[in-house]
Protein backbone atom coordinates (compact mmCIF):
# COMPACT_ATOMS: atom_id res chain seq x y z
CA UNK A 1 0.00 0.00 0.00
CA UNK A 2 2.39 2.13 1.17
CA UNK A 3 4.71 1.67 -2.18
CA UNK A 4 1.78 2.44 -4.36
CA UNK A 5 0.68 5.41 -3.45
CA UNK A 6 1.52 9.26 -3.79
CA UNK A 7 2.27 11.18 -0.68
CA UNK A 8 3.53 14.88 -0.28
CA UNK A 9 2.51 17.85 2.20
CA UNK A 10 -0.81 18.19 2.53
CA UNK A 11 -1.57 15.20 0.48
CA UNK A 12 -4.51 13.83 1.88
CA UNK A 13 -5.92 10.48 0.70
CA UNK A 14 -6.34 8.28 4.18
CA UNK A 15 -9.92 9.16 5.39
CA UNK A 16 -10.52 7.17 9.03
CA UNK A 17 -14.02 7.61 10.50
CA UNK A 18 -16.14 6.22 13.31
CA UNK A 19 -13.08 5.50 15.88
CA UNK A 20 -14.71 3.13 18.80
CA UNK A 21 -12.56 3.26 22.06
CA UNK A 22 -12.58 0.16 24.38
CA UNK A 23 -10.57 0.02 27.86
CA UNK A 24 -12.61 -3.32 29.35
CA UNK A 25 -10.50 -6.24 29.70
CA UNK A 26 -6.79 -4.54 30.63
CA UNK A 27 -5.75 -3.50 27.18
CA UNK A 28 -6.61 0.02 25.41
CA UNK A 29 -8.12 -1.08 21.91
CA UNK A 30 -9.66 0.58 18.92
CA UNK A 31 -11.28 0.18 16.13
CA UNK A 32 -12.54 2.86 12.46
CA UNK A 33 -13.63 2.48 8.88
CA UNK A 34 -10.73 3.45 6.64
CA UNK A 35 -11.05 4.57 3.13
CA UNK A 36 -8.20 5.53 1.26
CA UNK A 37 -8.94 7.62 -2.36
CA UNK A 38 -7.30 8.29 -5.23
CA UNK A 39 -7.55 11.97 -6.11
CA UNK A 40 -8.34 11.99 -9.73
CA UNK A 41 -5.95 14.76 -12.22
CA UNK A 42 -7.22 15.77 -15.15
CA UNK A 43 -9.02 13.15 -17.05
CA UNK A 44 -8.89 10.70 -14.48
CA UNK A 45 -11.24 10.26 -11.95
CA UNK A 46 -11.78 10.57 -8.13
CA UNK A 47 -11.81 6.85 -7.08
CA UNK A 48 -12.10 4.40 -4.38
CA UNK A 49 -8.60 2.72 -3.51
CA UNK A 50 -9.77 0.87 -0.64
CA UNK A 51 -12.04 0.60 1.86
CA UNK A 52 -11.53 -1.08 5.55
CA UNK A 53 -10.89 -0.69 8.77
CA UNK A 54 -8.14 -0.88 11.19
CA UNK A 55 -7.78 -2.76 14.67
CA UNK A 56 -5.64 -0.79 16.94
CA UNK A 57 -3.78 -1.97 20.24
CA UNK A 58 -2.86 1.34 21.97
CA UNK A 59 -0.15 1.85 24.80
CA UNK A 60 0.09 4.95 27.13
CA UNK A 61 3.75 6.14 26.72
CA UNK A 62 5.86 8.94 28.75
CA UNK A 63 5.55 10.63 25.35
CA UNK A 64 1.85 10.10 25.14
CA UNK A 65 -0.38 7.19 23.61
CA UNK A 66 1.64 5.19 20.78
CA UNK A 67 0.25 2.22 18.71
CA UNK A 68 1.49 -0.89 20.15
CA UNK A 69 -0.33 -2.70 17.04
CA UNK A 70 -2.18 -1.78 13.90
CA UNK A 71 -3.61 -4.29 11.76
CA UNK A 72 -5.51 -3.69 8.78
CA UNK A 73 -8.70 -5.22 7.21
CA UNK A 74 -9.82 -5.02 4.08
CA UNK A 75 -13.99 -4.75 3.16
CA UNK A 76 -15.83 -7.44 2.22
CA UNK A 77 -17.29 -7.66 -1.24
CA UNK A 78 -20.36 -9.19 -2.61
CA UNK A 79 -24.10 -7.98 -3.71
CA UNK A 80 -25.10 -5.89 -0.81
CA UNK A 81 -27.72 -7.71 1.31
CA UNK A 82 -30.75 -5.15 2.23
CA UNK A 83 -30.58 -3.41 -0.82
CA UNK A 84 -33.44 -3.91 -3.81
CA UNK A 85 -31.93 -5.23 -6.88
CA UNK A 86 -32.59 -3.94 -10.40
CA UNK A 87 -35.77 -6.88 -10.34
CA UNK A 88 -36.62 -5.70 -6.95
CA UNK A 89 -35.67 -8.41 -4.68
CA UNK A 90 -33.03 -8.20 -1.90
CA UNK A 91 -29.90 -10.31 -1.55
CA UNK A 92 -30.21 -12.49 1.27
CA UNK A 93 -27.53 -12.09 3.84
CA UNK A 94 -24.50 -14.99 3.51
CA UNK A 95 -24.31 -17.55 6.03
CA UNK A 96 -20.66 -16.98 6.41
CA UNK A 97 -21.00 -13.17 6.45
CA UNK A 98 -20.12 -12.23 10.24
CA UNK A 99 -19.65 -8.87 10.98
CA UNK A 100 -16.73 -7.77 12.83
CA UNK A 101 -17.31 -8.28 16.85
CA UNK A 102 -17.36 -4.32 18.55
CA UNK A 103 -16.17 -3.96 22.01
CA UNK A 104 -19.49 -3.53 24.22
CA UNK A 105 -19.71 0.20 24.83
CA UNK A 106 -17.94 0.93 28.45
CA UNK A 107 -19.27 3.32 31.34
CA UNK A 108 -17.27 6.44 30.91
CA UNK A 109 -15.20 6.19 33.94
CA UNK A 110 -12.83 2.88 32.69
CA UNK A 111 -11.12 5.88 30.28
CA UNK A 112 -10.74 9.63 31.03
CA UNK A 113 -12.11 11.67 28.34
CA UNK A 114 -8.89 13.18 27.87
CA UNK A 115 -6.99 10.24 27.30
CA UNK A 116 -9.96 9.68 24.92
CA UNK A 117 -9.41 12.44 23.23
CA UNK A 118 -5.34 11.74 23.18
CA UNK A 119 -5.82 8.29 21.34
CA UNK A 120 -8.26 10.12 19.01
CA UNK A 121 -5.19 12.36 17.99
CA UNK A 122 -2.98 9.49 17.63
CA UNK A 123 -5.45 8.29 14.82
CA UNK A 124 -6.14 11.27 13.14
CA UNK A 125 -2.14 11.80 12.84
CA UNK A 126 -1.34 8.53 11.39
CA UNK A 127 -3.39 9.65 8.72
CA UNK A 128 -1.57 12.66 7.70
CA UNK A 129 1.68 10.67 8.64
CA UNK A 130 1.19 8.05 6.18
CA UNK A 131 -0.34 10.18 3.80
CA UNK A 132 2.87 12.96 3.40
CA UNK A 133 5.66 10.81 4.51
CA UNK A 134 7.91 13.66 6.10
CA UNK A 135 10.61 13.75 8.20
CA UNK A 136 11.87 10.82 5.98
CA UNK A 137 9.14 8.65 7.16
CA UNK A 138 10.08 8.99 11.11
CA UNK A 139 6.65 10.66 11.39
CA UNK A 140 4.94 7.88 11.30
CA UNK A 141 7.36 5.86 13.04
CA UNK A 142 6.99 7.96 16.13
CA UNK A 143 3.52 6.96 16.27
CA UNK A 144 4.35 3.68 17.05
CA UNK A 145 6.12 2.41 20.22
CA UNK A 146 9.64 1.29 19.46
CA UNK A 147 8.85 -2.44 18.99
CA UNK A 148 5.38 -1.29 17.53
CA UNK A 149 3.72 -3.56 14.61
CA UNK A 150 1.72 -2.02 11.58
CA UNK A 151 0.12 -5.24 9.74
CA UNK A 152 -1.40 -4.41 6.36
CA UNK A 153 -2.26 -7.20 3.44
CA UNK A 154 1.01 -8.89 2.69
CA UNK A 155 3.32 -7.22 4.75
CA UNK A 156 3.63 -6.79 8.31
CA UNK A 157 6.23 -4.35 9.38
CA UNK A 158 7.61 -3.96 13.09
CA UNK A 159 10.00 -1.43 14.50
CA UNK A 160 10.56 2.69 13.99
CA UNK A 161 13.36 1.90 11.53
CA UNK A 162 11.35 -0.18 9.32
CA UNK A 163 8.19 1.64 9.70
CA UNK A 164 9.93 4.97 8.81
CA UNK A 165 11.19 3.01 5.69
CA UNK A 166 7.87 2.06 4.95
CA UNK A 167 6.52 5.35 4.77
CA UNK A 168 9.68 6.52 2.87
CA UNK A 169 9.60 3.83 -0.10
CA UNK A 170 6.15 5.04 -1.11
Given at each position: ??????????????????????????????????????????????????????????????????F???????????P???R??????????????????L??E??R???????????????????????????????L??????????????????????????????
Open positions: IARAQPHGPHYARHFLANPVIDSSGGAVTGRQYLTVIDIGDGDVPTTVYLGGYYEDVYQKTDAGWREERRSFGARTGAWGRTDAGTQPARPANLSSPQPAQPATLAAVERSAIHQLVARYSYAMDDATENGDRARLFLPDGVLVVPHATVGGRAALAGFARER
